[in-house]
Each structure stands twice: as structure tokens, then as C-alpha cells.
């Protein structure tokens, strides 16, 4: 089969690419960062996604689309490229894949496109209302609604997953990562609030520094933990590639999780063991952060089984730490 893949470099992207080169696979891989992927089966386009050339170039002959590229930020500047990048460009994706003749597409989607900081309900399965409170969630939630039409009207067959927050294990222990920097770490979370201009709660992060780093338990305005969905990478890009490989996914959203959401309070208990760092708590105004996302549909229909918990994805950061 030859599948091109969309955001090939990235952690997801570069883990399903390698997966489907090893097993046999051609791979064509999109993306605007070069991939470090050296293969006989791989091809390497670096363009972006208002590149319409390219894309059409990208999806001559290829047997099914992975679109697991977007754009995300959370800085106010970044809304235009958001929706450029995740709306504009997944209908340059979906008009090439028509053009190409290509039988299926898995869109990446998010599960920012329910209202997580709101839920009607816990856990959120795929019926729950989807009422995005991110420019991020409603690009990727606009972008599902083109998929659907290309499905409905061009009979592309397609499947959307909307992803839990994903990362790499190893991402867990970097104090300075993307995501769980700003999260987890004091350091990187006052620098993150400063740039959002948050400076309030930046303020109120700084009476806690005495040179050294320190962990976070950031707390609802009551006390209570923040609770959030975090995959592990090898189990989402098992659930794309279920997808891929599944001829009945078509027509459905599914919703891929881990095998537990993660309360702050024991993500900072692991993460103390692996790094030696003292925590703090703090209640961090705003609305509560509490979700967990039910994903027994993607279990029951794609065969889906998330095999990585909060706790095992920190054993296995400090495994590799040890081993380096």
C-alpha cells in the first residue's frame, strides 16, 4: 500500500511512518520540517499545506491519506495561522486526495473539539456535544465538518480520531519541553504565563522561586487536582494505524485515550520519585480543568487497546534517561 502521511516529522508522525516502512509499506511523508527518515520506500515533500502543488504531487497514486499534521499554539497572534494551517489546509489535503483517487483518509482530529474545561458529562464518548472553548479545538472541529462533506459529497471514505493530549515518554522528564514543561515544571510554567500575558498568575508563580526548579500540582479554584487525558505516542499511533487497517472504521469518529486520565497530584507524585524536585500546589484561577475521555468505541470497532498509563510512561522516561 502507499500512504502518504501529513505531519511526518512530528512525534506521531514519524513513529507511524516508521511502523508502515518496516512492515512493507511505501510512504510518501508531507511536512514543513525535513524528516530525518532515510528509507528506500519513503518519500520526503517539505512544503506546507497552502502549497497546493506539492500536495497534489504529495497524493499522485497513493492508496489512502493519514492527515496528522496541524498547526497548534495557544498565543493569541497564532489564531490566523491556526485556522489557515488546520481548516484552509485540510481542504487543500481533502481536495487533493479526490484528485488523486485515493481511497480512504484518517483525519487527526482533537479532543478539544468537546468543551474539556465544561464537560455535560464524564467520561466524554463520542456523542457528548461538541462545543469547542479553544481556537484550536474549533479549527480542528471545522476541519471535521469538511472531512464529513468530502465524505458525504465526493464519497471519500474517512475516519476521524479526535487524539487525547499526546506526548512522548521521555518529554515527561525535560523540564523544558512543549507541553509537559509548562505544565508540570515552575521555571518553564512562569515563563509560559508571561508570554500569554498572564502576569498575575505569573506573579503569584514567582513567590515560589528560590533557584531551583520545582514541580506543579496546579489545582482547580476548590483545591482540587487538574485531571486531563495524556497518551502515550506508541499507544495513539497504534490507534491510526488500526484505523488505516480497518475496513469497517469509515464514517466514524473515534475517540483515542489512554487507559486512565491522569490527576495532577499523582503525576506530580511519579514525577518526584523520577527527578528528586520538590512540589508545590497552587489553584490556578479560571474554569476547571477535569476530563477523561471514553474511547470503549475505538476498543469495540478498531481493536484499540491503550497499554500505557501516566505511571508506566515514567518508568520507561527514566529507563531511557538511565540508559543515555
Known amino acids: 500500500m502507499k500512504i502518504l ?5 512530528g512525534r506521531i508522525g ?10 512493507g509499506d511505501d510512504v510518501v511523508g508531507f511536512d514543513a520540517v525535513s524528516s530525518p527518515i532515510s528509507h528506500e520506500n519513503f518519500t520526503g515533500i517539505v512544503s506546507d499545506f497552502s502549497d497546493t502543488a506539492a500536495l497534489s504531487q504529495a497524493s499522485d497514486g497513493v492508496d489512502a491519506i493519514l492527515h496528522l ?39 487527526a482530529s482533537s479532543g478539544e473539539v468537546y468543551p474539556d474545561r ?35 459529497v465526493h464519497h471519500l471514505p474517512s475516519v476521524i480520531l479526535r487524539f487525547s493530549h499526546t506526548q512522548d515518554a521521555s518529554e515527561l522528564l525535560d523540564q523544558n519541553s512543549f ?12 515563563r509560559q504565563q508571561r508570554e500569554f500575558g498572564n502576569h498575575q498568575l505569573a506573579d503569584l508563580l514567582e513567590t515560589y522561586k528560590d533557584g531551583n526548579n520545582k514541580l506543579v500540582v496546579s489545582c482547580n479554584e476548590d483545591g482540587q487536582p487538574h485531571c486531563m487525558g495524556i497518551s502515550d505516542t506508541r499507544d495513539t499511533v497504534a ?5 488505516l487497517d480497518s475496513d469497517l472504521a469509515a464514517g466514524n469518529a473515534y475517540n483515542l485515550a489512554p ?11 511519579c514525577l518526584k520519585v523520577a527527578t528528586g524536585l520538590e512540589s508545590i500546589r497552587i489553584n490556578i484561577p479560571g474554569p476547571d480543568l477535569n476530563y477523561e475521555s471514553d474511547c470503549e468505541k475505538a476498543k469495540e470497532n478498531l481493536g484499540y487497546q491503550p497499554k500505557w ?16
Open 5 to 9: 502521511i501529513t505531519g511526518s516529522s
Open 14 to 23: 514519524r513513529t507511524v511512518t516508521s511502523i508502515l516502512l518496516n512492515r
Open 69 to 107: 499534521g496541524a498547526f497548534m499554539s495557544w498565543k493569541k497572534e497564532d489564531q490566523q495561522k491556526i485556522f489557515e494551517a488546520n481548516v484552509t489546509g485540510t481542504l487543500n489535503i481533502l481536495a487533493a486526495a479526490v484528485e488523486s483517487g485515493a481511497r480512504k483518509i484518517v483525519f
Open 118 to 152: 465544561k464537560p455535560e458529562y464524564l467520561p466524554i464518548d463520542e456523542k457528548h456535544p461538541t462545543n469547542p472553548t479553544s481556537p484550536y479545538g474549533l479549527s480542528k472541529l471545522m476541519a471535521e465538518e469538511a472531512v464529513r462533506f468530502y465524505e458525504r
Open 179 to 190: 507541553f509537559s514543561g509548562s505544565r508540570f515544571y515552575l521555571h518553564a510554567k512562569i
Open 239 to 243: 490507534g491510526v494505524i488500526a484505523a
Open 259 to 269: 487507559p486512565s486520565a491522569t490527576s495532577f497530584d499523582q503525576a506530580i507524585d
Open 309 to 324: 498509563t501516566f505511571e508506566r510512561m515514567v518508568e520507561d522516561a527514566v529507563r531511557q534517561r538511565d540508559a543515555k
